[in-house]
């Protein structure tokens, strides 16, 4: 008998199920992280996730040890002090906040709660690719309006625009591209919107932004009742391992995203974390002015070496490379990589001819600069 059961559990057949996830599901394509290994090389400098060169605040990080002595109580499910923080260094009113485990989640909910079977989204074809991700999820179908010289088309997206369209996803600046979106030009689009879709600005690198004429959303979300902006604490602020988001939103919005919402979604060492990350002005202030010079910095190198690039808002360049052999996007990222530099390569966003750089800590960009220098000639 021993013998009988042993040889069974020889030829044992993976079980059979007819169990199938909801039609859609199947049809996403996961969202590609970034890299984070060189094994070639000994140090490492990730110019590809669009982190913060200076990582979190000092500040941040002492709050975040210490909610750490709390690990066995529920955070606050309302998030009301970092809300209150929020609401206070921007100028909004907390009730209209919502805080997430990363602007992701909210723009998930966001999703759920607005769109579904039988509808659509409308994004830019080279927008942040969780766009289309959320949609899915939701059952609804994505749509992608075509950009003007890597650049958002407003025009194109309303002609996407149909029946059935429920949500507008929109960044300013962009990812990857970097290429802000002028206020007045945001409320035309919303001015040509239906009111019975939800116009979503994405703000996530509003921090970095010089430009006047800009807008990260919030006056919009005031002026009109079917407007959201979603913002970032992985960006500037340096807490993306904490995974922390909010979005301001009209009331009602606001309403129908907390009913759905996790009870206890954002954990107390992020809300803890988030508040002296706000309160820690002087810290921000030098990653900004840092940003902006060395922003400035790598377009005046990457423009001295003949290639083209967009002009950004954020903390990253999105540059072009030739179809030369040997010098296509695909070559110099390999290049690249095996000397310890890690940029982000762009088939995903279908610009296969570009690479993504942020800006990252001096030394990592200066041998970057150094590298393509050596490899182009």
Not at 193 to 213: G, H, K, Q, S, T
Request: hydrophobic content about 45%; overall charge negative.
């Amino acid at each position: 008998m021993r013998a009988l059961i042993i040889a069974r559990s020889k030829v044992r057949a993976e079980p059979m199920s007819s169990l199938k996830p909801r039609r859609g599901i199947l049809d996403i394509s996961a969202y590609v992280t970034a890299v984070s290994t060189a094994p070639k090389a000994d140090k490492i400098f990730k110019l590809s996730a669009n982190e913060s060169a200076f990582g979190a605040s000092p500040k941040a990080v002492a709050a975040f040890e210490e909610a750490s002595r709390s690990l066995a109580a529920y955070p606050d499910g309302t998030v009301q002090a970092l809300r209150e923080k929020i609401g206070d260094v921007h100028g909004l009113n907390p009730a209209q906040i919502i805080c997430g485990a990363g602007s992701d989640e909210l723009l998930q909910l966001i999703a759920h709660a607005y769109s579904g079977l039988g509808t659509n989204t409308v994004q830019t074809v080279h927008g942040f690719s969780m766009y289309p991700i959320v949609s899915r999820a939701a059952g609804a179908e994505p749509r992608l309006a075509p950009e003007k010289d890597l650049r958002v088309d407003i025009d194109a997206i309303l002609e996407h625009v149909d029946a059935d369209t429920r949500i507008v996803f929109l960044a300013s600046p962009g990812n990857p591209t970097g290429a802000y979106i002028p206020e007045k030009t945001l409320r035309r689009l919303r001015e040509d919107l239906r009111e019975d879709i939800l116009l979503v600005l994405d703000a996530a690198y509003a921090e970095f932004v010089n430009a006047p004429d800009y807008s990260d959303g919030a006056a919009l979300v005031d002026d009109y009742g079917n407007v959201v902006m979603t913002r970032t604490f992985s960006k500037i602020y340096g807490l993306a391992a904490v995974r922390l988001g909010w979005a301001y939103c009209p009331p009602d919005v606001i309403d129908a995203l907390n009913r759905i919402r996790g009870p206890y979604n954002v954990n107390n060492a992020a809300q803890a974390a988030g508040i002296a990350a706000l309160e820690d002005r002087d810290f921000i202030q030098t990653a900004q002015v840092y940003n902006g010079r060395e922003r400035d910095w790598l377009a005046q190198q990457i423009g001295g070496l003949g290639l083209e690039f967009v002009p950004s808002e954020a903390n990253f360049l999105l540059i072009r490379f030739p179809d030369t052999p040997g010098k296509t996007a695909a070559e110099i990222y390999d290049y690249l990589r095996e000397r310890g530099v890690i940029v982000r390569r762009m088939d995903a966003y279908h610009l296969p001819e570009y690479l993504r750089v942020s800006i990252g800590e001096k030394e990592g960009l200066e041998l970057f600069v150094a590298l393509l220098r050596e490899k182009l000639g």
